[in-house]
């Protein structure tokens, strides 16, 4: 395989990952039977950001390059939300009945 054709299956395995983030908000939702958002969406909103910014970096594309880069930024922040609210609910002391 080519170099360009490498770079190819890695730009369609990113938007593989990237794509995948929908079916999985869709069972979510489908499951709770009411639009929910799982932390495991924008963890493949990561993956396939991060696949797809090489990929852009790759094809030098400038366009691609600031719509994955800035995406990325918005998929860490919102973990991070997710992560600290977690947190704070764990470290929460319960209060006695």
């Not at 909103?45 to 910014?53: A, C, E, K, P, Q």
């Not at 594309?61 to 992560?83: A, E, K, M, T, W």
């Not at 609910?89 to 209060?95: F, R």
Request: charged residues 15%.
């Amino acid at each position: 395989m080519d170099k360009d054709s490498a770079w190819l299956m890695v730009g369609f395995i990113g938007q593989f990952f990237f794509t995948s983030r929908f079916l999985v908000q869709w069972l979510a939702s489908e499951r709770q039977k009411k639009s929910v958002v799982p932390t495991a969406f924008w963890h493949f909103s990561i993956l396939g950001g991060v696949v797809l910014l090489g990929y852009a970096l790759y094809r030098r594309d400038p366009v691609f390059i600031l719509g994955q880069s800035s995406g990325l930024v918005i998929y860490f922040r919102n973990l991070y939300f997710i992560h600290r609210e977690t947190r704070q609910i764990l470290q929460c002391p319960k209060i006695a009945s």
